[in-house]
Antibody, heavy 120, light 110 residues
Framework: EVQLVESGGGSVQPGGSLRLSCAASGFMFSSYEMNWVRQAPGKGLEWVSYVSSSGSTIFYAASVEGRFSISRDNSKNSLYLQMNNLRAEDTAVYYC?????????????WGQGTLVTVSS | QSVLTQPPSVSAAPGQKVTISCSGSSSNIGNNYVSWYQQLPGTVPKLLIYDNNKRPSGIPDRFSGSKSGTSATLGITALQTGDEADYYCGTWDSSLSAGVFGGGTKLTVL
């Protein structure tokens, strides 16, 4: 069974940092591209970042470019999101998601999410 | 403002059919596959449709997807009260080099 379990969320002041982790199991993690998607309270889904299976290709949403950094450790079946210089508008539930292996871009499995609250 | 445009809400009676539209541009829907997600209240998003019209295992054939040009449509037939949820379309935007989602559509089954 595919499982994605996020951790590392919490409350932080504006300008602070957090590192999110996503532990993957039930599939060959090193073969799959991964993503972070967030959802602000009461709002819709917002794509945040993508990393290829090897980690060599990375993309970010314009709203987080230069502040967030995605990475992965295939030896540990883990995905990470380092978030620096956090802003109030970064407050959201952050989901780790696996890209499906068919032709299109889509997320076929989602973690349960971890809440990040940025407030003074 | 989302890159993909969806109606904020749709409604229909139980047993009826509803469609949800998703409008984009040539850099996203026009040249990439579309996916659809269902988010029941208080739960994690769930993949309903991928590659425009394919259903993952376990998704009933009451759910269907189609694409024409720069727009896509999710169809749900034989509506049930349990279908009340937020529905999102998504795809890749080749110009932005980014994933994009629609703003979401709240389905009410009256």
């Amino acid at each position: 069974e595919v499982q994605l379990v996020e951790s590392g969320g919490g409350s932080v002041q504006p300008g602070g940092s957090l590192r999110l982790s996503c532990a993957a199991s039930g599939f060959m993690f090193s073969s799959y591209e991964m993503n972070w998607v967030r959802q602000a309270p009461g709002k819709g889904l917002e794509w945040v970042s993508y990393v290829s299976s090897s980690g060599s290709t990375i993309f970010y949403a314009a709203s987080v470019e230069g502040r967030f950094s995605i990475s992965r450790d295939n030896s540990k079946n883990s995905l990470y999101l380092q978030m620096n210089n956090l802003r109030a508008e970064d407050t959201a539930v952050y989901y780790c998601g696996r890209r499906g292996d068919s032709s299109g871009y889509y997320v076929d499995y989602w973690g349960q999410g971890t809440l990040v609250t940025v407030s003074s | 403002q989302s890159v993909l445009t969806q109606p904020p809400s749709v409604s229909a009676a139980p047993g009826q059919k509803v469609t949800i539209s998703c409008s984009g541009s040539s850099s996203n829907i026009g040249n990439n596959y579309v996916s659809w997600y269902q988010q029941l209240p208080g739960t994690v998003p769930k993949l309903l449709i991928y590659d425009n019209n394919k259903r993952p295992s376990g998704i009933p054939d009451r759910f269907s997807g189609s694409k024409s040009g720069t727009s896509a449509t999710l169809g749900i037939t034989a509506l049930q009260t349990g279908d009340e949820a937020d529905y999102y379309c998504g795809t890749w935007d080749s110009s932005l080099s980014a994933g994009v989602f629609g703003g979401g559509t709240k389905l009410t089954v009256l």
